[in-house]
Each structure stands twice: as C-alpha cells, then as structure tokens.
C-alpha cells in the first residue's frame, strides 16, 4: 500500500490544533501517534493520482512549529514518513537535477511517486537531522536512505554520472519526496525578515541548527511548503529545506566537514551567558545572526528536545545508515549538548 503524501501525513492533526493555534503555531493533540495511524488506514484513492492542480496556488497562514505532542513516543527512525511510503521499485528515471550543489536525479516510484535522489556526503546527515529537526516541532521533507538500487531508462547526466553506473545502479542514495499536493513556493526566506522574527520558535531553530553543526543555513536552503488541512485552508511551511551540512565541524570556510563524529565531537555549542541571552558557538553561513538568542527562548527549546530519549536519537542515525560507532557516538554528543543547555539556562 503507498503511504499519503505529506499533506495526508499531517491533515488530521492540523485540522483539529487550528482551534487553538496563533499565528505562529499550531499544536497537535496529544495523541499524535493514533492520529497517524488512523491516517495509514485512509483509501489509496487519496494517495494517488494527485496533480498540480491539488498544490494550493494561494498563500496561506505561515507555520514554522507544531507540538508533537508526547515527544517520547515518535519514532524517529522514520520520522515524519512511515513504512509505506517509502521509495517502492523499480524507478524510473525522469531527468537530472542540477539544482544546488550536490547530485541529484528526479525518478518516479512504482506506484508513481515522484522523488529526488541525492548522492555525495551529505545522505547521511540529513536523513538523520531531518528526524531530529521534525520531532522538535519544525517541518522537514519526506527523505529516506535507501543503500542500493537501480534506475531504469538512465540517460544524458552530468554531475550525477559517477555514482550512477551504465545499468542505472546506484549505492547510498537520499530518497526525497515530491508530492503533487505540496506547493513548492521557492521563497529563499531569510533569518532577520520573515513572520517569525523575535519569536521562541525561531531562537529554536537556531540554537538547534547550531546543536547539529549545521554550518549551511544560507537563506537560498530555505524555502515554504503550501499545503491544505482537512478543512481546504491553506499552510504555509517554513522550512530549512537542506540539512546536509550536519554531524561534521562548523566553519564559515573551506575547513568545514560533515558527517564527521570525531569533528562533531571537538566542536563547542554554547560560549556562554551575557545579558539575558544564550550565546551560541555557531560558525558558518548565515553567522552574524547566529550569535545568540534570549535566555527564555532557549529555556523552552531545551524543554522540547530534553523530552527525546538516546534509543529515539540512536533510532535516528540508525535510519541514516550510520556504523553502531557512529550511531552511539552521535547520540551521546547530542545528549551531551541537551545536558549543556539545560544547565546553561538553569533547567
């Protein structure tokens, strides 16, 4: 059975937290696991055969943030995806994406899925951060490591031809899914100027980013998501639409690494507390508005990611295809930096 695209992932729960949310926020009821199950038993009609047409063209209410609910139970081994929608073979080729820096191709699934595939250093650390980053509350794009597989119908690539073989095989691919229900909006939002500014949500974000060594949060990796809940109102997402610059060594030079325990583990995250503020060991783009956020805000950060539990992490670097040295390695740098903020805000 294919899973619901993105938007059916999370109709459901937005459709009841839009009672109480802000303009900022909207909460998911407790329950959120019941929710997604619930969502696994909708018909197939619903996750297939969508066009354009369902992406809403309109703006809708910006979200940066949702409540999971009881953080413990998610599963951080799939994320915000599931088990059935995972990339299903064989694939197809459609055609290169020479966006951005790294390879990729677009491909469609057996059950006409539309995907992109990633490959180069960056698989790794993104698959991971992205659990990480959905269960704190912030919207990540469906991904999933897949180690092998084949493409068929291969043809006239550039960039992406070395990790692709003349029969179309493949090794340690980034699977990334492309609903045709989400509105892609290409708005490169930036950290001083968008709906946001000054709120808890975003000092989250940030002290988050920096607690992964994500050195890349250039406005040109964000981008807005537009979706319809249940009710056919429009969200509009806010998104760190690349997190493949993770788990490495911070640097606003060529001296930056990624997916790299022993560099993520010799890089400090916390250079202290001056006049209310939290100030952040962030090096890399984007790094004069990375310097510190209010004492408050990473108070409340540190009460949503304290809640995650090391197996939820280990499950997290597990799905990244991490070696069991990398796997407990990352996970007890993270809890480590959990324990630092917590102390640093007097939690």
Not at 157 to 178: H, P, Q, V
Not at 185 to 205: H, M, Q, V, Y
């Amino acid at each position: 059975m294919s899973h619901p695209p993105l938007i059916m992932t999370l109709g459901m729960a937005i459709a009841t937290a839009l009672l109480g949310a802000n303009s900022n926020v909207t909460t998911f009821p407790a329950l959120y696991d019941d929710i997604r199950l619930e969502q696994k038993d909708k018909k197939k009609s619903k996750s297939k055969g969508k066009s354009k047409a369902n992406a809403p063209a309109e703006a809708g209410r910006p979200v940066l943030w949702e409540d999971r609910g009881d953080l413990s139970k998610l599963d951080l081994f799939l994320g915000v995806g599931s088990e059935d929608g995972q990339p299903k073979p064989p694939f197809k080729f459609d055609k290169e994406d020479l966006t951005g820096t790294n390879p990729k191709i677009k491909v469609i699934d057996q059950n006409g899925v539309k995907w992109n595939i990633k490959f180069d250093e960056e698989v790794h650390g993104e698959v991971a951060a992205s659990r990480i980053v959905w269960a704190c509350g912030y919207m990540v794009e469906e991904s999933y490591y897949v180690k092998s597989g084949k493409v068929d119908g291969v043809t006239g690539l550039g960039r992406a031809r070395k990790f692709i073989a003349a029969d179309g095989s493949f090794k340690d691919g980034m699977f990334e899914k492309r609903p045709d229900d989400v509105a892609r909006r290409r708005i490169n939002w930036t950290w001083d100027a968008n709906p946001f500014a000054g709120s808890k949500e975003l000092s989250g974000l940030q002290a988050l980013a920096t607690m992964l060594n994500n050195w890349d949060m250039k406005p040109t990796n964000n981008n807005v998501l537009g979706m319809y809940d249940n009710d056919g109102k429009v969200l509009d997402y806010y998104v760190v639409a690349d997190w493949g610059g993770s788990f490495g060594k911070m640097s606003a030079i060529f001296t930056f690494s990624k997916w790299n325990l022993e560099d993520y583990n010799k890089q400090g995250f916390i250079d202290g507390v001056s006049g209310g503020r939290l100030k952040l060991h962030y090096r890399g783009r984007s790094q004069s508005l990375f310097k510190s956020v209010p004492v408050e805000h990473a108070r409340w950060f540190a009460g949503i990611i304290s809640q995650l539990k090391d197996d939820q992490f280990r499950d997290a670097f597990r799905a990244a295809d991490g070696t069991p040295a990398e796997i407990e390695g990352f996970t007890k740098r993270v809890r480590q930096k959990i324990n630092e903020l917590k102390v640093a805000v007097g939690q």
